[in-house]
């Protein structure tokens, strides 16, 4: 019943993990990553020590567990022995001793013994190996708690000879308890570590334990076999019991029980818990610069402070219940039995050998690092600004972390905010770019749809006019000269002429014409255009060819058409005076003709107005309200599109209107037309 070697000790539940890096900052092996936004444990860096457990306010962090198998194998009838860590007495504060032995004892365990004896046995191997040392001034660290012999293994394999050559106090426990109650027996560890599951799983091909439990998960299989104190016969644990050995699980403990004296080694041996002093003691034991025989340590505060204890007790109230507990145990020991019982067990095999398990990565090289700040936004030193958040104490380990494939740029915040600054910036602009795009596209389809009308009215008024306008002139030549209705038909006769080129501008605009394209040249179209051109003495004209060639496949007489209106319209925007400018310029497959005026502006209001058919703003009988429409056709006619630029509010700077005109060089005459529309 014992666990699998390679299942991990620790994993994330992913609905559970918000990914607030707390687990990270706090793993002493950095052995979690980032990945898919979880934070994920990395088995083979991790040594079980459980802080991630502990530190996650959300619970996402599942221990594997062996509470099923043993649940399972007790079902079966195996006869096992259940084997208490000395910290117990942290955890079960609300039920005396005999009385947890006896609960313990009707899940169906055949044996409720002590690790302490285990740990009365290691300590005595401790003492042989402080006093009568092969090898004099060797410096050894302790092996009691699997955590930190993970951690050496891993993250400084070069200690692994340092590692003092003694099983755990749960395995000499086991050995003992086996060879007293015979080969068959199977043992469960309880206790409040996780990684003690790992050294279940890894290290003993002896099979001295079969599986490992925490006080946490004890508490529940008893709440869930509705076993209580008050249901339950107290016993003592069995034998052997324990004596000092009860102490292991607090700050020295391993010493006293060991009788190891401090003065006596001059100082010689340090002892650390918890995770800051024990990573930073074991950096300072490779250095050499630290001058001990032996380096006691403990990964969590002291056992009694394991991720497997439920209770929240204070530190030193958990110290003082386990001294407690081992005073009482001290008071009913009869010295006798337990010296004959540690002579008993004198030849049994204690030693254990230690693997290096390599999980450095290389660092890398400085420029390496630089790279990775900069990509994070980190490009000269002021912008490190080492605020931890990513769970890093700097925002170089960060950098190397990422490197190591540990971590990721955005676990970085103030990259992140810059980035998503950045990501609404653009989020916004293309929003008003698309806003501003389908405005133009309603304003098109607008257009268009007044387009059919147009050219529906006018198909149908052409034909009747043209009959009421060459009546009018066969009936004028038959007049004679005096006749008074002259004057009437004469009227007719305009009005009607009046109508034929409202209609064929509409037509225009419908885009009912035919292009007929030849190879033009814009620059001499214009150049020929103002030659005519008669203008009032109060404006000024100004023609600017910028570089490039101008050529383009064009109707002349309707693109003269053009500047004649928008400069039709330009003069008369400009009362008072001002200037002209005409321009022309080729870049790619386009050229484009700008008709540029210093005058009143378009408001915003009648900006997207302007090239609908009949929509004028001058006085009745001086605008048709055709000129823009009429250009706007003839523009979608040839495949281009023309644009507005303009300013009516002189407090916004100088007032003016630009009317850009640009048309493909080559029309496609197969394909529909293609320019976007008029804004
Ligand atoms: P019309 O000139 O007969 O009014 P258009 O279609 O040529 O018809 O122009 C429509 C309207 O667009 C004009 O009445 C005027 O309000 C505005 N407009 C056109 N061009 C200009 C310009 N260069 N400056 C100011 N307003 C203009
Ligand atoms: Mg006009």
Same mark, same amino acid.
């Given at each position: 019943?014992?666990?699998?070697?390679?299942?991990?000790?620790?994993?994330?539940?992913?609905?559970?993990?918000?990914?607030?890096?707390?687990?990270?900052?706090?793993?002493?092996?950095?052995?979690?990553?980032?990945?898919?936004?979880?934070?994920?444990?990395?088995?083979?860096?991790?040594?079980?020590?459980?802080?991630?457990?502990?530190?996650?306010?959300?619970?996402?962090?599942?221990?594997?567990?062996?509470?099923?198998?043993?649940?399972?194998?007790?079902?079966?009838?195996?006869?096992?022995?259940?084997?208490?860590?000395?910290?117990?007495?942290?955890?079960?504060?609300?039920?005396?001793?005999?009385?947890?032995?006896?609960?313990?004892?009707?899940?169906?365990?055949?044996?409720?013994?002590?690790?302490?004896?285990?740990?009365?046995?290691?300590?005595?191997?401790?003492?042989?190996?402080?006093?009568?040392?092969?090898?004099?001034?060797?410096?050894?660290?302790?092996?009691?708690?699997?955590?930190?012999?993970?951690?050496?293994?891993?993250?400084?394999?070069?200690?692994?000879?340092?590692?003092?050559?003694?099983?755990?106090?749960?395995?000499?426990?086991?050995?003992?308890?086996?060879?007293?109650?015979?080969?068959?027996?199977?043992?469960?560890?309880?206790?409040?570590?996780?990684?003690?599951?790992?050294?279940?799983?890894?290290?003993?091909?002896?099979?001295?334990?079969?599986?490992?439990?925490?006080?946490?998960?004890?508490?529940?299989?008893?709440?869930?076999?509705?076993?209580?104190?008050?249901?339950?016969?107290?016993?003592?644990?069995?034998?052997?019991?324990?004596?000092?050995?009860?102490?292991?699980?607090?700050?020295?403990?391993?010493?006293?029980?060991?009788?190891?004296? /401090? +003065?006596? %080694?001059? @100082?010689?041996?340090?002892?650390? $818990?918890?995770?800051? *002093?024990?990573?930073? &003691? #074991?950096?300072?034991?490779?250095?050499?610069?630290?001058?001990?025989?032996?380096?006691?340590?403990?990964?969590?505060?002291?056992?009694?402070?394991?991720?497997?204890?439920?209770?929240?007790?204070?530190?030193?109230?958990?110290?003082?219940?386990?001294?407690?507990?081992?005073?009482?145990?001290?008071?009913?020991?009869?010295?006798?039995?337990?010296?004959?019982?540690?002579?008993?067990?004198?030849?049994?095999?204690?030693?254990?050998?230690?693997?290096?398990?390599?999980?450095?990565?290389?660092?890398?090289?400085?420029?390496?690092?630089?790279?990775?700040?900069?990509?994070?936004?980190?490009?000269?030193? /002021? +912008?490190? %600004?080492? @605020?931890?958040?990513?769970?890093? $104490?700097?925002?170089? *380990?960060?950098?190397? &972390? #990422?490197?190591?494939?540990?971590?990721?740029?955005?676990?970085?915040?103030?990259?992140?905010?810059?980035?998503?600054?950045?990501?609404?910036?653009?989020?916004?602009?293309?929003?008003?770019?698309?806003?501003?795009?389908?405005?133009?596209?309603?304003?098109?389809?607008?257009?268009?749809?007044?387009?059919?009308?147009?050219?529906?009215?006018?198909?149908?008024?052409?034909?009747?006019?043209?009959?009421?306008?060459?009546?009018?002139?066969?009936?004028?030549?038959?007049?004679?000269?005096?006749?008074?209705?002259?004057?009437?038909?004469?009227?007719?006769?305009?009005?009607?002429?009046?109508?034929?080129?409202?209609?064929?501008?509409?037509?225009?605009?419908?885009?009912?014409?035919?292009?007929?394209?030849?190879?033009?040249?814009?620059?001499?179209?214009?150049?020929?255009?103002?030659?005519?051109?008669?203008?009032?003495?109060?404006?000024?004209?100004?023609?600017?060819?910028?570089?490039?060639?101008?050529?383009?496949?064009?109707?002349?007489?309707?693109?003269?058409?053009?500047?004649?209106?928008?400069?039709?319209?330009?003069?008369?925007?400009?009362?008072?005076?001002?200037?002209?400018?005409?321009?022309?310029?080729?870049?790619?497959?386009?050229?484009?003709?700008?008709?540029?005026?210093?005058?009143?502006?378009?408001?915003?209001?009648?900006?997207?107005?302007?090239?609908?058919?009949?929509?004028?703003?001058?006085?009745?009988?001086?605008?048709?309200?055709?000129?823009?429409?009429?250009?706007?056709?003839?523009?979608?006619?040839?495949?281009?599109?023309?644009?507005?630029?303009?300013?009516?509010?002189?407090?916004?700077?100088?007032?003016?209107?630009?009317?850009?005109?640009?048309?493909?060089?080559?029309?496609?005459?197969?394909?529909?037309?293609?320019?976007?529309?008029?804004?």
């Amino acid at each position: 019943m014992r666990p699998k070697e390679n299942e991990p000790l620790v994993t994330t539940i992913r609905e559970r993990c918000r990914v607030c890096y707390t687990c990270v900052r706090e793993c002493p092996a950095k052995a979690i990553r980032i990945v898919d936004r979880q934070a994920e444990v990395i088995p083979d860096r991790c040594i079980g020590c459980g802080q991630c457990v502990r530190v996650c306010s959300q619970h996402a962090k599942r221990v594997a567990s062996d509470v099923d198998r043993v649940v399972a194998g007790l079902a079966r009838g195996v006869r096992a022995a259940a084997v208490l860590a000395p910290s117990f007495p942290a955890e079960f504060v609300d039920v005396d001793y005999e009385t947890l032995v006896g609960m313990v004892r009707a899940l169906g365990f055949a044996l409720v013994g002590e690790v302490s004896f285990g740990a009365d046995l290691v300590a005595h191997q401790y003492r042989i190996l402080m006093s009568h040392n092969q090898n004099p001034g060797k410096p050894y660290i302790a092996t009691t708690c699997p955590a930190i012999v993970g951690f050496v293994e891993r993250y400084h394999p070069n200690l692994v000879d340092s590692l003092a050559p003694i099983v755990s106090p749960m395995i000499a426990a086991a050995r003992a308890f086996r060879r007293r109650y015979g080969d068959d027996l199977r043992v469960v560890f309880i206790g409040p570590c996780i990684a003690k599951r790992g050294e279940v799983a890894t290290t003993n091909d002896r099979r001295d334990v079969d599986a490992s439990m925490t006080f946490i998960e004890l508490r529940e299989l008893l709440a869930r076999r509705g076993i209580r104190p008050d249901n339950v016969t107290p016993s003592d644990f069995d034998p052997p019991h324990g004596a000092l050995g009860a102490l292991l699980p607090v700050r020295r403990g391993l010493l006293q029980a060991a009788q190891i004296d /401090e +003065d006596l %080694l001059r @100082c010689e041996v340090v002892s650390a $818990e918890g995770q800051d *002093e024990f990573v930073q &003691a #074991i950096r300072e034991f490779e250095s050499g610069e630290m001058n001990v025989r032996l380096l006691e340590l403990l990964c969590c505060d002291g056992c009694i402070m394991g991720p497997g204890i439920g209770q929240t007790t204070p530190l030193f109230r958990r110290r003082a219940q386990v001294a407690r507990y081992a005073q009482w145990r001290l008071n009913r020991l009869d010295l006798t039995t337990w010296e004959m019982d540690v002579a008993s067990f004198q030849d049994l095999d204690l030693s254990r050998a230690f693997v290096a398990n390599d999980q450095r990565i290389a660092p890398p090289s400085e420029e390496e690092i630089r790279a990775i700040l900069e990509r994070m936004g980190k490009k000269a030193l /002021e +912008d490190e %600004l080492n @605020c931890g958040a990513c769970g890093y $104490e700097t925002c170089r *380990e960060h950098a190397i &972390a #990422i490197y190591k494939g540990l971590a990721e740029s955005e676990m970085c915040l103030p990259y992140t905010i810059e980035q998503l600054r950045a990501a609404y910036d653009q989020l916004t602009t293309s929003h008003r770019e698309l806003a501003s795009t389908q405005e133009a596209l309603m304003q098109s389809e607008k257009l268009a749809s007044m387009g059919q009308l147009a050219a529906g009215i006018a198909h149908e008024v052409n034909n009747p006019l043209g009959t009421v306008l060459m009546l009018s002139h066969v009936l004028l030549d038959e007049m004679p000269a005096d006749s008074e209705l002259r004057e009437d038909l004469n009227l007719i006769a305009s009005e009607a002429d009046r109508c034929k080129k409202i209609v064929a501008g509409l037509l225009h605009f419908a885009r009912k014409n035919k292009v007929e394209a030849r190879q033009t040249n814009l620059r001499e179209l214009v150049d020929g255009f103002t030659r005519l051109l008669q203008l009032p003495a109060s404006i000024t004209l100004k023609v600017e060819h910028q570089n490039g060639e101008v050529s383009a496949d064009i109707d002349r007489d309707q693109v003269l058409q053009v500047l004649t209106n928008l400069v039709s319209n330009a003069v008369a925007a400009m009362p008072g005076g001002g200037t002209l400018t005409l321009s022309t310029c080729g870049n790619g497959d386009r050229v484009h003709i700008a008709v540029a005026d210093t005058g009143v502006g378009i408001p915003p209001a009648n900006r997207k107005r302007v090239f609908e058919p009949f929509f004028t703003t001058k006085p009745a009988g001086e605008g048709t309200g055709l000129g823009l429409a009429v250009i706007y056709g003839i523009v979608k006619m040839h495949q281009g599109d023309i644009r507005v630029q303009t300013n009516a509010d002189p407090a916004a700077g100088p007032t003016g209107t630009t009317f850009t005109v640009s048309l493909p060089r080559k029309r496609d005459t197969a394909g529909p037309e293609t320019g976007s529309a008029a804004s």
